[in-house]
């Protein structure tokens, strides 16, 4: 496989050594590359992608990419790791003062410095904080959406969302965060535009360079609103598709095992539960006495990991609309359906398949495509191009539970 390394989709050619040190995209894809192509990787696959993660992964907070955003907006001189906080810090403060942008969207009476200051240690904020921010520093809509995407690893801008169609396109026309509050207002007032259920009004033909078009837009928008966590919202139905036909993947795993036993039950994706799915997915993953997946605080890859797993209770929630589906979701059963139906396929076209399908997939649900800095989806492409993807998956978490019990120990 190694000689075929340089055919993997992200940033391409670039010695180690030449990579700026915050250009974290091009570092990570060029370690990347280098791991999977060591000798050790095919022999060791479990322990070399453990080792990545646990010790050499850099882990790149929402602090340090706003940092390199300013150090290269502001074209700072001095090495990026030699600029004091203190000089992001009055950078964006003045920023703020300058195009008369609030602390905050929320009534807070926490000085400006200290919210600055907190932005800049965060491993990560809400999406509003990223907005705000997009106002403060006078930000591209380019530049927005890929602190949303790359940075916060969320969804683009929606734009069956009012208020972040309105933020667009301010950041778009080059307006302040004032303008956005007014036209927030004219939405609240605006009497809804019918349009027929076939009528899509988000595509690339979309254009809102006046404002007159914009308001068209909204009062349409206002009759079709979808609540993400609704059955309507794209990434809810690529979900329970994806998630039926990881069912239907199990159920055939069971049926399997019935007949090895010489029983005579009859597994369906219909019979298949939350709970087969959590067994099936989560299986490296250890259980408490009550049943349930032990806490993300145990495993030592708590921080890479986001604190997230594909547990019953999550499926559960976003079934019922308590939660809305995020990138991880969709990401971990394309996975899952990927590993299981190509598990006899060469390792690399495995990868470039998952690649090909789950870029498909974000791009309908307006999030930003895989991208290599985030520990997760970089941990998934890895265990594509092992010989048993879901096998060394569970073992990296297992693995990561009891070095978590060892380092307590």
């Not at 180690?16 to 050790?40: I, M, P």
Request: aromatic share 12%; charged share 30%; glycine share 4%.
């Amino acid at each position: 496989m190694k000689n075929r390394m340089q055919d993997l989709d992200f940033e391409q050619n670039v010695a180690f050594d030449k990579v700026q040190e915050y250009e974290f995209t091009r570092r990570a894809a060029q370690r990347f590359r280098q791991v999977v192509s060591l000798d050790s990787f095919e022999d060791e696959d479990a322990d070399v992608i453990f080792h990545y993660l646990y010790k050499e992964m850099e882990l790149v907070s929402f602090g340090d990419h706003l940092k390199r955003y300013i150090y290269e907006r502001a074209e700072l001189e001095e090495p990026f790791s030699e600029v004091p906080q203190e000089v992001y810090k009055e950078i964006v403060v003045d920023s703020f003062k300058e195009t008369y942008t609030p602390k905050s969207m929320n009534p807070t009476s926490t000085k400006l410095s200290a919210l600055v200051n907190n932005w800049l240690n965060q491993a990560s904020v809400k999406r509003e904080t990223v907005f705000l921010l997009g106002f403060g520093l006078k930000m591209t809509t380019e530049d927005v959406s890929d602190f949303l995407t790359r940075v916060l690893k969320e969804q683009d801008f929606d734009f069956h969302n009012p208020d972040e169609v309105i933020y667009w396109y301010c950041y778009s026309t080059q307006q302040g965060y004032h303008k956005a509050e007014e036209l927030k207002k004219k939405y609240e007032i605006l009497a809804p535009v019918e349009v027929e259920n076939t009528q899509v009004l988000y595509g690339s033909n979309l254009c809102l360079d006046t404002e007159e078009k914009l308001i068209d837009y909204l009062a349409r928008l206002k009759s079709k609103r979808v609540d993400p966590i609704s059955e309507k919202s794209q990434a809810f139905q690529e979900f329970t598709k994806l998630l039926y036909h990881a069912k239907q993947i199990i159920a055939g795993l069971y049926q399997h095992d019935e007949e090895e036993k010489g029983g005579d039950k009859v597994w369906t994706a219909e019979r298949i539960t939350p709970s087969d799915v959590e067994k099936v997915i989560c299986s490296g993953i250890p259980i408490n006495k009550m049943g349930n997946l032990k806490k993300m605080s145990a495993s030592i890859l708590a921080k890479h990991f986001s604190q997230k797993r594909f547990s019953r209770q999550r499926i559960t929630n976003i079934l019922s609309h308590k939660l809305p589906v995020e990138r991880f979701d969709l990401i971990t059963l394309e996975f899952f359906i990927v590993s299981q139906e190509m598990e006899d396929d060469d390792p690399f076209n495995r990868y470039k398949h998952f690649l090909d399908e789950i870029q498909d997939i974000l791009l309908r649900c307006g999030m930003g495509e895989i991208y290599i800095v985030n520990p997760y989806e970089c941990f998934l492409l890895m265990c594509l191009l092992t010989d048993c993807p879901l096998a060394v998956f569970s073992e990296i978490w297992e693995k990561s539970y009891e070095e978590g019990e060892a380092e307590e120990a």
